[in-house]
């Protein structure tokens, strides 16, 4: 699981979760993870998070895609989506106040117990992600592609 594709416009950011399954059987995945905001040390942030259909970078509603996976997809390249791997879409705004710098995130992804924490780093190494207004950010549901 890894962070791919960011883009900016007007204040607002996007992000993609990327993820692969490397269990040992083909699974299916549908519906919205849960995401908590972390500091460089695993503290938890001030998170607001929200599921919903539409974001700054989704105007048309998303459907929620079954998305299967099966087993054996080559790894998370941050330059190149993987066929057989799902896609996490989040917004948050990037500009304001109540601005946090967000190091890692700790993600469960849909129908899962548990979670794994990863590096809320740019995928270009620019650094960190910052998330203001208090830690708002929009998760759309789980698709088999990236955008």
Same mark, same amino acid.
């Given at each position: 699981? #890894?962070?791919?594709?960011? &883009?900016?416009? /007007? &204040?607002?950011?996007?992000?993609?979760?990327?993820?692969?399954?490397?269990?040992? &059987?083909?699974?299916?995945? *549908?519906?919205?993870?849960?995401?908590?905001?972390? $500091?460089?040390? *695993?503290?938890?942030?001030?998170?607001?998070?929200? #599921?919903?259909?539409?974001?700054?970078?989704? #105007?048309?509603?998303?459907?929620?895609?079954?998305?299967?996976?099966?087993?054996?997809?080559? /790894?998370?390249?941050?330059?190149?989506?993987?066929?057989?791997?799902?896609?996490?879409?989040?917004?948050?705004? $990037? =500009?304001? $106040?109540?601005? =946090?710098?967000?190091?890692?995130?700790?993600?469960?992804?849909?129908?899962?117990?548990?979670?794994?924490?990863?590096?809320?780093?740019?995928?270009?190494?620019?650094? *960190?992600?910052?998330?203001?207004?208090? &830690?708002?950010? /929009?998760?759309?549901?789980?698709?088999? /592609?990236? *955008?």
């Amino acid at each position: 699981m #890894q962070l791919i594709g960011l &883009g900016a416009a /007007t &204040g607002n950011a996007r992000e993609v979760i990327e993820l692969r399954n490397n269990s040992n &059987g083909a699974c299916d995945m *549908y519906g919205y993870a849960s995401l908590q905001l972390l $500091d460089a040390v *695993y503290r938890p942030l001030p998170s607001h998070i929200f #599921q919903r259909t539409t974001a700054f970078f989704q #105007q048309d509603p998303a459907v929620a895609d079954v998305v299967v996976l099966p087993v054996g997809t080559p /790894t998370v390249d941050p330059h190149r989506p993987a066929e057989g791997h799902a896609y996490i879409p989040l917004g948050w705004v $990037d =500009e304001g $106040d109540q601005c =946090e710098e967000v190091v890692r995130l700790r993600v469960t992804p849909p129908g899962s117990s548990s979670s794994l924490v990863i590096i809320a780093g740019d995928p270009s190494g620019a650094g *960190y992600v910052s998330i203001c207004s208090g &830690g708002a950010v /929009t998760v759309l549901p789980v698709r088999a /592609t990236p *955008y």
